[in-house]
């Protein structure tokens, strides 16, 4: 069964730091996301990606985040600079269409900044 | 601003028991609800959705209910199994309004008993 892998599962980083977080989508899916969890809250929408541009951003996307698909497969997000409250689980989901759609999650990585 | 909430943290069942999931929203936009599992380390996995046309939804031993009036939604889990302890995510979307992004709720963590 097709799955989305995220690459590395955990990460840690300094302060400061920049990282980039790495997943392969499904390969017929066309929409991209990128989700968080900061332990012990709720899974928050950070971004989302189509046609090779971003659909819709959350507030949380702010300057300091970034994503690409920099070939057929890979689909980043790039801290620039790392905070403290940046340390999450990172979801990378991707999804066939954006009506009555299901995104297909991955298994996360695990950013911690010291 | 918690547009989707479940307000149960955790509900404990015994085997072969059903098992009610609880989720309210707030925002009368949204049309499109999906039901996750979250296992420990893992992503979260799709598990049934429901679009505000309908008011059921069932698939094999989970069924979701949608009561637009009172804005509520649950998901059912008959027989529950152990296999099925996990976190229980809500999420809910507006297919109308041009986003793409899920709010999701808090979760449920769901432990049955053996």
């Known amino acids: 069964e097709p799955e989305v892998t995220q690459t590395p599962s955990h990460q840690v980083t300094q302060m400061g730091q920049e990282v980039i977080l790495r997943c392969v989508p499904i390969?017929?899916?066309?929409?991209f996301y990128w989700y968080r969890q900061i332990l012990g809250q709720k899974v928050e929408f950070l971004v989302s990606f189509y046609n090779n541009e971003i659909s819709e951003k959350s507030e949380i996307f702010d300057d300091q985040f970034s994503v690409e698909r920099p070939d057929g497969s890979n689909f980043t997000l790039k801290i620039r600079s790392t905070k403290l409250e940046d340390s999450a689980m990172y979801f990378c989901?991707?999804?066939?269409?954006?009506?009555?759609?299901?995104?297909?999650f991955g298994p996360g990585t695990r950013l911690t900044v010291l | 601003d918690q547009q989707v909430k479940q307000n149960s943290p955790s509900l404990s069942v015994q085997e072969g028991r059903i098992s009610i999931l609880n989720c309210d929203y707030t925002n009368s936009m949204f049309d499109y609800f999906l039901w996750y599992k979250k296992y420990p380390a893992e992503g979260p996995t799709f598990l049934i959705s429901i679009s505000s046309i309908k008011d059921k939804n069932e698939d094999g031993r989970f069924t979701v209910f949608l009561n637009k009036s009172a804005k509520h939604l649950s998901l059912h889990i008959v027989p529950s199994q152990p296999g099925d302890s996990a976190v229980y995510f809500c999420a809910a979307t507006s297919t109308t309004s041009g986003t793409y992004k899920y709010i999701f709720g808090t979760g449920t963590r769901l432990k049955v008993l053996a």
């Open positions: 989901a991707s999804s066939e269409a954006v009506s009555y759609r299901s995104e297909f």
């Open positions: 390969s017929n899916h066309l929409y």
